[in-house]
């Protein structure tokens, strides 16, 4: 890979991840239980003691404070909708 695609990577990385660390506790919170543990809106509402709204309103919340630090993605993309790989 050619080194200066590497740097551009990591520092896009670097701020995705200074972002993620400014979401509030739970919207990140409720986007790593969507997003690693691939768990489902209802199953986190119970977990978290609060109604599936709630956890779709933090998610969408997380997902839209974090588009715009991910701009390696087109406009539009769903690439933050789906779960990340392990």
Do not use: C, N, W
């Not at 991840?17 to 691939?38: D, I, K, N, Q, Y």
């Not at 933090?58 to 997902?63: D, I, Q, S, V, W």
């Amino acid at each position: 890979m050619d080194p200066s695609a590497v740097s551009t990577s990591l520092a896009k990385s670097s701020e995705l991840l200074s972002h993620f660390g400014r979401l509030f506790p739970e919207e990140r919170e409720v986007l790593l239980l969507v997003a690693v543990e691939r768990m489902g809106y209802e199953e986190i509402a119970e977990l978290l003691q609060v109604p599936v709204s709630t956890v779709m309103v933090r998610l969408k919340r997380a997902r839209a404070f974090l588009r715009p630090a991910d701009d390696s993605y087109p406009q539009g993309s769903q690439a933050l909708d789906q779960p990340l790989e392990r």
